[in-house]
């Protein structure tokens, strides 16, 4: 249901023109697809009968960091492809894209830690304030960069490249010190 959810957005952006939105709630939806993941493997039990494997718990952590990398990135290449042929301004593209990685990386690395370490129920408070403080964040962070003519070369012309590369940085840093902190806490809990 969400990739559904993520054509359409991708559709009604490129009919519309708006690179912000064809980047923007496609990316946000596809980072909270691990944590669904996590909700339908507690639910079913297997976080449990994956013991049975020869898996361990920090390859179970492991793989939920990973297919956020993974889903993130694909969805990047994908807006990133639709966007060049689509003529939108490469430069608003790529600063869009690069914040929008950025805030699933940071996202994800501040929630899943409390995920591991409390389960997905308990967690599910957590993950709403989250998600209220981050959209909240997010919303107020790209009116400060939004220019007037979101379809061409207008979008965050206030933001520089390098200022999106730096970010970006900070939030790989703060992913990986989450995945420490996940597996340790993860390798702790009773399953």
Do not use: C
Request: aromatic letters at 16%.
């Amino acid at each position: 249901m969400i990739f559904a959810v993520i054509v359409v957005f991708i559709i009604i952006g490129v009919t519309q023109h708006n690179v912000l939105f064809m980047t923007l709630y496609p990316l946000l939806m596809l980072s909270i697809i691990p944590v669904s993941i996590l909700s339908v493997d507690e639910r079913f039990g297997w976080d449990k009968y994956m013991l049975t494997f020869p898996i361990t718990k920090k390859d179970y952590v492991t793989s939920k960091y990973l297919l956020n990398i993974i889903l993130t990135g694909l969805g990047s290449v994908v807006i990133f492809v639709l966007s060049v042929l689509m003529k939108f301004d490469v430069k608003s593209t790529l600063v869009s894209s690069v914040l929008l990685i950025a805030f699933s990386l940071v996202y994800n690395g501040t929630l899943l830690p409390f995920m591991f370490r409390f389960g997905v129920v308990k967690g599910k408070i957590i993950y709403m304030v989250s998600f209220f403080i981050w959209g909240a964040l997010f919303g107020g962070m790209s009116g400060l960069f939004y220019s007037e003519n979101a379809n061409t070369s207008g979008l965050y012309n206030n933001f520089s490249a390098g200022l999106a590369g730096l970010i970006l940085v900070f939030a790989v840093v703060i992913y990986t010190l989450s995945w420490f902190i996940s597996a340790k806490v993860y390798n702790k809990r009773n399953v």
